[in-house]
């Protein structure tokens, strides 16, 4: 990673801090939308089954992260939702490509891995 992509990515963990809870929109079918707001997870229900979470990378590198929520796949998360919808995930999000970002979602905040 460059000194320049460094301090990219610094400003834009620091803008995740200041920008609000994420808030879970249920949506019905079996694919994410190509586009949804920025501080939006949108969860994906198929008959009735919750399967797909999908939200935009927190740190602002555009990508969209698509987390699987059934059982039956190697690797998937767990969702809780509380009350006023902010979701809270199991175990945290690590990107193996691109901007490579770190994080838990807990009560619809991002905290960042070191």
Same mark, same amino acid.
């Given at each position: 990673? &460059?000194? @320049?992509?460094?301090? +990219?990515? $610094?400003? =834009?963990?620091?803008?995740?801090? $200041?920008?609000?809870?994420?808030? *879970?929109?249920?949506? /019905?079918?079996?694919? @994410?939308?190509? =586009?949804?707001?920025?501080?939006?997870? *949108? @969860?994906? *229900?198929?008959?009735?089954? #919750?399967? &797909?979470?999908? +939200?935009?990378?927190?740190?602002?590198?555009?990508? *969209? !992260?698509?987390?699987? +929520?059934? #059982?039956? $796949?190697?690797?998937?998360?767990?969702?809780? !939702?509380? /009350?006023?919808?902010?979701? %809270? @995930?199991?175990? &945290? !999000?690590? #990107?193996? %490509?691109?901007?490579?970002?770190?994080?838990?979602? %807990?009560?619809?905040?991002? #905290?960042?891995? &070191?």
């Amino acid at each position: 990673m &460059s000194m @320049l992509d460094s301090i +990219l990515n $610094v400003f =834009r963990r620091a803008a995740s801090y $200041v920008s609000g809870d994420l808030k *879970v929109i249920p949506m /019905q079918g079996d694919q @994410l939308p190509r =586009r949804f707001r920025r501080r939006h997870a *949108v @969860l994906m *229900v198929d008959h009735g089954e #919750k399967w &797909s979470l999908g +939200l935009n990378c927190p740190c602002g590198c555009g990508e *969209v !992260i698509e987390l699987l +929520l059934v #059982k039956e $796949v190697d690797q998937n998360w767990s969702l809780n !939702i509380d /009350q006023i919808g902010r979701p %809270t @995930l199991k175990p &945290s !999000i690590w #990107k193996s %490509t691109g901007c490579r970002s770190h994080f838990w979602v %807990t009560n619809g905040q991002i #905290k960042w891995c &070191s």
